[in-house]
């Protein structure tokens, strides 16, 4: 059986890759409807051949319409998708392809109406498993609760991802872990995913969840872990130290800096056994976002010797890895302090309160601390802005 992939973005973590499991040894040939999109040049070698092909199209003006409509319709590659759409049905119909594989059929239209002409249902990568080398922050938020929905229906087979992300699928049949750099990358093909009107890929996030096949895992109860050895409550505090990408500048935006630092784990320290969280770029699989070293650490091991870092904890436990820690040191605490991005996310799985100091991002911009933090766990999520309000929401809700 010959299997043709089309694809439609460049990006690794939207392909079918080859070695994908399940779909290794079944895909003959893959036809790349984004390249066009990426050359003017290119579009205009290709369109006198792409003319011919639908003036000599084996089928009835009903079907070339059809086929033209599923070329417009098939979002983040309609020009790819015109410029091949009549030689693909040519080969469909002359049974050079047999069958249709792709990433995702969502918003797919070619792929689904050549899988009928082909009679054979469309192989999508995502209706058996999930593969993303994206930011963390999207795959806690769009990723892993989809794989966790296709576990509970009986139907995940493999799920993929960077390094140290095994525990995070704990649940998966077969974990792929593939060393590749984290990056920005959509997730508008996932069921909570909102495609943009004019893009394809909406640059924001969606004010309401589509929770319909999305399930966050229990990791609360599957990672909790006595091994600490805390005798007073634990909070952790999490910050990142990273360049932040905006429209016009780059900048350690949502960062909680030492002065801040100092003052906020010296009120909490009165009530609670403090963990700091930021983690160095020896620590985490990073994604485009340098880490800086601001000596932040430094600063608070100097103002509180006794204070536990999370580099500490990994030292003391080094058969745990980063994120397996975190998830076992999370799952015994109820009160988080977090900075806008992947440790917001991570901190709103185990319940309690997480206060969020967000300043700027997309979270800010659609209220999802608002909206729909709390539905990862039931976590009462609270946002801050600025310093003080920061100050003052973690003096209200845990001192």
């Not at 040519?90 to 239209?109: G, L, P, Q």
């Not at 399930?215 to 952790?236: I, Q």
């Given at each position: 059986?010959?299997?043709v992939?089309l694809?439609?973005?460049?990006?690794?973590?939207?392909?079918?890759?080859?070695a994908?499991?399940g779909?290794d040894d079944?895909v003959?040939?893959s036809?790349?409807?984004?390249a066009?999109?990426?050359s003017?040049g290119?579009v205009l070698?290709?369109?006198p051949?792409?003319?011919?092909?639908?003036?000599?199209?084996?089928?009835?003006m009903?079907e070339r319409?059809?086929?033209?409509?599923a070329a417009w319709r098939?979002?983040g590659?309609r020009?790819g998708a015109?410029?091949s759409?009549?030689?693909?049905?040519?080969r469909v119909r002359?049974?050079e392809i047999?069958a249709?594989?792709?990433y995702?059929?969502?918003?797919?239209?070619l792929?689904?109406f050549?899988?009928?002409?082909?009679r054979t249902?469309?192989?999508?990568?995502?209706a058996?498993?999930t593969?993303y080398?994206?930011?963390?922050?999207f795959?806690?938020?769009a990723?892993?609760?989809y794989a966790?929905?296709l576990?509970r229906q009986?139907?995940?087979?493999f799920t993929v991802s960077t390094p140290?992300?095994?525990?995070?699928?704990?649940?998966s049949?077969r974990h792929?872990?593939r060393?590749?750099a984290?990056?920005?990358?959509?997730?508008?093909?996932?069921p909570?995913g909102?495609?943009?009107r004019?893009?394809?890929?909406r640059n924001a996030?969606?004010?309401?969840?589509?929770t319909?096949?999305?399930?966050?895992?229990?990791?609360?109860?599957?990672?909790?872990?006595d091994?600490?050895?805390?005798?007073?409550?634990?909070?952790?505090v999490?910050?990142?130290?990273?360049?932040e990408?905006?429209r016009w500048?780059?900048?350690?935006t949502?960062?909680?800096p030492?002065d801040l630092?100092?003052?906020?784990?010296?009120?909490?320290?009165s009530?609670y056994e403090?963990?700091?969280?930021?983690?160095g770029?020896a620590d985490?699989v990073?994604?485009?976002?340098t880490?800086?070293?601001?000596?932040?650490i430094?600063?608070?091991k100097?103002?509180y010797?006794?204070l536990v870092?999370?580099?500490?904890?990994?030292?003391?436990?080094?058969?745990l890895?980063?994120?397996e820690?975190?998830l076992?040191?999370?799952?015994?605490?109820?009160?988080?302090?977090?900075?806008?991005?992947?440790?917001?996310y991570?901190?709103?799985?185990f319940g309690?309160?997480n206060?969020?100091y967000?300043?700027r991002g997309?979270e800010?911009?659609?209220?999802a601390?608002e909206?729909w933090f709390?539905r990862?766990?039931?976590?009462?999520?609270?946002?801050a802005?600025?310093?003080e309000e920061?100050?003052d929401a973690?003096g209200r809700e845990?001192l």
């Amino acid at each position: 059986m010959r299997v043709v992939a089309l694809e439609r973005f460049a990006e690794p973590s939207r392909r079918l890759d080859p070695a994908t499991p399940g779909f290794d040894d079944a895909v003959s040939e893959s036809v790349d409807l984004s390249a066009p999109g990426r050359s003017p040049g290119a579009v205009l070698r290709a369109l006198p051949a792409a003319l011919r092909a639908w003036i000599s199209a084996p089928a009835t003006m009903r079907e070339r319409a059809a086929l033209a409509s599923a070329a417009w319709r098939t979002r983040g590659a309609r020009v790819g998708a015109a410029l091949s759409a009549p030689a693909l049905l040519r080969r469909v119909r002359e049974r050079e392809i047999d069958a249709i594989a792709c990433y995702s059929s969502r918003d797919f239209a070619l792929a689904t109406f050549l899988a009928g002409a082909a009679r054979t249902p469309c192989r999508e990568v995502l209706a058996r498993g999930t593969q993303y080398f994206g930011e963390f922050a999207f795959e806690l938020l769009a990723v892993i609760p989809y794989a966790y929905w296709l576990h509970r229906q009986g139907r995940l087979e493999f799920t993929v991802s960077t390094p140290d992300t095994r525990c995070l699928y704990w649940f998966s049949p077969r974990h792929v872990e593939r060393t590749i750099a984290r990056r920005y990358v959509p997730i508008t093909e996932y069921p909570i995913g909102v495609p943009g009107r004019i893009r394809y890929d909406r640059n924001a996030f969606p004010e309401i969840l589509d929770t319909s096949r999305w399930t966050p895992p229990p990791y609360r109860e599957v990672f909790r872990d006595d091994r600490f050895g805390f005798d007073r409550p634990l909070c952790v505090v999490c910050n990142k130290a990273t360049d932040e990408h905006f429209r016009w500048h780059r900048s350690m935006t949502n960062h909680l800096p030492s002065d801040l630092l100092i003052e906020l784990v010296g009120r909490l320290r009165s009530r609670y056994e403090v963990v700091y969280n930021r983690p160095g770029a020896a620590d985490i699989v990073n994604d485009h976002q340098t880490i800086r070293e601001t000596g932040d650490i430094e600063a608070l091991k100097a103002a509180y010797p006794d204070l536990v870092t999370i580099q500490e904890l990994h030292a003391r436990f080094p058969e745990l890895g980063y994120n397996e820690l975190q998830l076992r040191l999370y799952a015994g605490c109820r009160r988080f302090v977090s900075v806008l991005g992947g440790s917001s996310y991570l901190a709103s799985w185990f319940g309690g309160v997480n206060v969020v100091y967000a300043k700027r991002g997309w979270e800010v911009a659609c209220g999802a601390y608002e909206r729909w933090f709390d539905r990862f766990s039931g976590a009462r999520v609270i946002a801050a802005s600025t310093p003080e309000e920061l100050l003052d929401a973690v003096g209200r809700e845990m001192l």
